[in-house]
Each structure stands twice: as C-alpha cells, then as structure tokens.
C-alpha cells in the first residue's frame, strides 16, 4: 500500500524501535542502525567505527508499524532489491522494521 507519506505518529514510534535496538545491541560501539525517511519509505543504513554510512535497506510503509514491505540493498547492484529473498537472515524479513534490521545484519556481518 502507498501512501503519500509516513505519518508522523510511525515515524517516531520507527525511531523508539531503532533506537531500542541500538541501545540493546550497540551499546558500548559507535556503530548504530540509523534512519531516513523519504515519502512513504524507510531507508535503513549502519554506521560504521568508522563513521561511514552503509545502506541496509528500504521499507515500504505499508498502512501499520508492523506492516512494511522490504528491500534489501545489493552491493552487486548498487540498488535495493524487493526481489531479492535469498540471502542469510531472510527468514527475519516479517514486515517488522526489528526483522529487517536482524535480516540484514546477518546478511552484511560487520
């Protein structure tokens, strides 16, 4: 479902999630999971020790916090794949931005 936009509501409550998740898994690290919105999609990027920005993702908002679709980013490419379902950690991809981050973390290890 496309909409115009993310509303406001979602995209804090994406923030909370994102940033829940950094505080459990990055604690003590300066890599964190950071977001960027964009009209009706999440892009999802790692910053690394390093300061450097990787893509991860794009989501697609999809009418509820728990209902969007995914796009994994391909190095290969150099672009987000929404038909791209084969790779490690795609049993996480279930419309939830958490099982898009551990999706491609896996995919991507540091």
């Known amino acids: ?36 919105f964009k009209n009706d999609e999440l892009f999802l990027g790692r910053r690394e020790e390093n300061g450097k920005i990787s893509p991860m993702a794009r989501l697609t908002y999809g009418g509820a916090i728990d209902n969007w679709d995914f796009a994994i980013y391909r190095w290969s490419i150099e672009d987000y794949d929404p038909d791209e379902d084969f790779f490690p950690g795609s049993e996480h991809v279930n419309g939830t931005i958490r099982g898009a981050i551990k999706a491609t973390e896996l995919a991507y290890p540091l």
Request: overall charge positive.
């Open 1 to 36: 479902m496309s909409t115009k936009g993310i509303p406001e509501s979602i995209r804090v409550e994406a923030k909370q999630i994102i940033d829940n998740y950094n505080s459990e898994i990055y604690q003590f690290s300066k890599i964190k999971v950071i977001a960027r």
